[in-house]
């Protein structure tokens, strides 16, 4: 998220958790007001210590190109960052009795009914995402590790909690009465959700963003919080370095005291 933590605040429903990428705003890093230095601290709540990631590309778009062709190189994106020193920075989050690790990627699927349509309520990515899973069929039932992504194609608008995609936010990650743990990535096409990035490497950004906060901060303000910062990716939002050819944001470290 960017570097107006407060904002995101009044524009998320009232007492939750910040847990959004917010736009890009490259002017809000001018002149930004000194803010008390970040500190995550931990609320007891989950971990992800070893993630197990099931992406889920919802919508026919993703059959056509040049849509089709980020669907392999997502998942490329996953089988590498899950294994990748990104994980093995998030240890120093580990606590007793749960060792932050590696993940994997367990599957994908490419899902075209129902249609999300042109727009699409956080409630109704939830009702498909518990419809899936009870079905049995593609979309594997979760454990106290399972990660789901939800990625939406081109030209559909995705609300929560008030806000929508490239007006408020760029991506989400969230929790399902606990235990049902995902992430929402709508489709970076506009300005504040490139951020000046291709849209693959956006995608990946932002992305990488969600991950860490999902397994630092899988049920929102319940693991690894700051109350004035958020979470782990907000503190550097769009601030990104290369690994291993992806381009990845930045991520706070309580150790260092700073973005890495």
Not at 132 to 145: A, C, D, F, L, M
Not at 158 to 165: L, M
Not at 216 to 228: H, L
Request: net charge neutral; with cysteine; hydrophobic share 35%.
């Amino acid at each position: 998220m960017t570097q107006k933590p407060r904002e995101k605040k009044s524009q998320i429903t009232a007492g939750h958790p910040i847990r959004i990428v917010p736009i890009h705003r490259p002017e809000a890093a001018v002149g930004a007001a000194a803010q008390a230095a970040p500190q995550l601290t931990y609320r007891n709540g989950p971990l992800l210590t070893s993630v197990q990631v099931f992406t889920i590309f919802w919508g026919a778009a993703w059959q056509q190109p040049p849509q089709n062709g980020l669907v392999a190189r997502m998942n490329q994106f996953f089988d590498f960052i899950l294994t990748s020193a990104l994980l093995d920075q998030l240890s120093e989050y580990s606590v007793p009795g749960k060792q932050i690790g590696h993940g994997k990627r367990i599957g994908t699927t490419t899902l075209t009914k129902p249609d999300p349509g042109k727009s699409v309520q956080d409630s109704a990515i939830q009702k498909m995402l518990q419809q899936e899973i009870s079905s049995g069929t593609v979309v594997p039932k979760p454990t106290p590790n399972t990660l789901y992504f939800v990625m939406l194609p081109p030209g559909v608008q995705v609300n929560q909690g008030g806000s929508a995609s490239c007006q408020t936010f760029c991506g989400y990650h969230d929790a399902i009465n606990n235990d049902i743990f995902y992430a929402v990535m709508p489709y970076p096409g506009c300005p504040g959700c490139t951020g000046g990035l291709s849209v693959f490497d956006a995608l990946t950004s932002t992305t990488s963003h969600e991950l860490c906060e999902a397994i630092t901060d899988p049920i929102p303000g319940q693991g690894w919080y700051d109350d004035t910062n958020g979470e782990i990716g907000d503190i550097c939002a769009w601030k990104t370095r290369s690994l291993g050819g992806f381009t990845i944001q930045l991520e706070w470290s309580n150790k260092a005291s700073s973005c890495v």
